[in-house]
């Protein structure tokens, strides 16, 4: 083999153990990314919650609305357990595995106030990845919102596969673009989709039907049994 020939050999290998370490390093990364934040977001859901609920069993917060949640999202259609929710939608909050309801661009409605929009936002991939299966909800699945005192049991109604980010219209009071002109007791989950990415946003809406007191042993709605 001639000089010319070998340093070129010897280039390619280089550069083919480069492309491998590329390789290494960027499956690590997506291991890290989808698997790991997930592992560490989870686990710090539940020391959240676990705290919260503490304070509900031993005090009971002196508002509805304070630092440790308001309290848990339940949508058996996407499989995922109990979700805590606290104020807020940005992302530090978000990644450790939690929902969190907007102060802005506009602000969300709580569950108990008589009229409005309880808008709520939750990862897709990574970091606990709370809404990643919010594509196997359908229209007329239950949506439940647990508090200290009360079971808020909201249907879904209507879905948004697809919309720009900057779309904040579908969290209005009354949701443009759900089908609904008047104000009520509604509740809009958002999301990123496609999958992997954060391109557009997925939306659902549900509006509350009935609400039940919680009883001494928490006993379940019957839509979560």
Request: with cysteine.
């Amino acid at each position: 083999m001639s000089r010319a020939r070998s340093r070129i050999a010897g280039a390619i290998s280089v550069f083919g153990e480069l492309l491998i370490t590329a390789g290494v390093v960027l499956g690590l990364f997506v291991v890290y990314s989808l698997w790991w934040t997930n592992v560490l977001a989870d686990r710090e859901a539940s020391r959240q919650g676990d705290s919260m609920r503490d304070d509900w069993a031993n005090n009971g917060p002196g508002a509805l609305d304070v630092k440790d949640g308001i309290g848990f999202l339940h949508v058996p259609a996407m499989k995922n357990g109990e979700v805590l929710v606290k104020k807020g939608t940005d992302a530090k909050k978000l990644n450790n595995g939690i929902a969190g309801y907007y102060l802005d661009p506009i602000k969300s409605a709580l569950p108990w106030d008589s009229k409005g929009n309880f808008t709520l936002a939750a990862h897709r991939d990574g970091h606990g990845a709370k809404f990643h299966n919010i594509d196997k909800v359908r229209e007329g699945d239950p949506i439940v919102f647990e508090t200290k005192d009360t079971w808020y049991v909201y249907k879904v109604y209507k879905k948004l596969p697809e919309t720009s980010k900057y779309n904040v219209d579908v969290l209005q009071p009354v949701p443009k673009g759900s089908g609904k002109t008047k104000p009520g007791r509604y509740i809009t989950l958002t999301t990123c989709t496609p999958v992997f990415t954060s391109d557009y946003r997925y939306i659902v809406w549900g509006e509350l039907v009935r609400t039940q007191k919680v009883d001494k042993d928490r006993t379940l709605p019957d839509e979560l049994r």
